[in-house]
């Protein structure tokens, strides 16, 4: 499925939806797909999201689903290391196989237009883990004790 940001309707099982630029007027919906979709201690605090979605220069998009918000993606560039990252990926649980995170991940990239993109995930989140093996991520790196509890980070890259 490919994602298009003019407006353009996706179907998944369910419903329409589609993709749109994010911003801080959508901060209370992301709030509670991140409390949703993360363990408490990964949900980012208000001047984390806050500053995702209005500083320059950062890619936030988002998938509505009848009004709501349903998927969020958020990255930024290493324009010198020519580098990507995707810093935030989150689908609600009953919107999740649908592509949903499939169509964000895509558009994220295309945004970011690096050569290379990378993203950290928990070392247990199988889930996702999956969905950036099947995208055409590697594993690149593993970062000890990254998360709160002193779980590893695993760190996936894409070569475009």
């Known amino acids: 499925m490919s994602a298009n940001r003019a407006g353009d309707l996706m179907s998944a099982a369910g419903g329409l939806w589609s993709i749109a630029d994010a911003d801080w007027r959508d901060y209370t919906q992301l709030t509670a797909l991140e409390k949703t979709c993360f363990p408490k201690e990964d949900v980012w605090p208000f001047w984390d999201l806050i500053g995702a979605l209005t500083l320059p220069g950062l890619v936030r998009l988002k998938a509505v689903m ?3 918000i349903v998927g969020f993606i ?4 290493e324009a010198g290391r020519r580098l990507g990252w995707v810093t935030s990926l989150a689908v609600a649980p009953p919107y999740r196989r649908r592509g949903i995170a499939v169509a964000l991940l895509a558009e ?3 945004a970011l237009g690096m050569p290379a993109i990378r993203l950290s995930v928990r070392a247990t989140n199988q889930a996702a883990i999956g969905l ?4 055409g991520y590697t594993l690149v790196d593993r970062w ?3 998360y709160p509890g002193g779980e590893d980070a695993l760190v996936f890259e894409k070569k475009r």
Do not use: L, M, V
Request: proline content about 0%.
């Open 66 to 68: 009848e009004g709501q």
């Open 108 to 110: 994220c990239e295309s």
């Open 74 to 77: 958020s990255g930024e560039r």
């Open 144 to 146: 000890k004790k990254y």
């Open 132 to 135: 950036y093996e099947a995208a």
